[in-house]
């Protein structure tokens, strides 16, 4: 399932793949895989893409 509230919430913040990748330690094609649902982030990435977003794991990451 593709991650439009991670690409949204980078892109409110003017970051792109790449900047964000730089930010949390992960390449781009990381970043691009996640928010494409290709790849499913180990928790303690979701948790450095958070703070980087200042937003909570739910909202970046909880399914609805």
């Keep these: 399932m593709k991650n439009l509230k ?6 409110l913040m003017d970051l792109s793949q790449e900047a964000l990748a730089e930010k949390v330690g992960v ?3 990381t970043i691009n ?4 649902g290709d790849y ?12 980087v977003l200042n937003k909570t ?8």
């Design 6 to 11: 991670l690409k949204s919430a980078r892109a």
């Design 27 to 29: 390449s781009r094609q």
């Design 33 to 36: 895989a996640i928010e494409k």
């Design 40 to 51: 499913n982030p180990t928790i303690k990435l979701c948790i450095s893409i958070c703070k």
């Design 57 to 64: 794991l739910d909202e970046l990451f909880w399914e609805e």
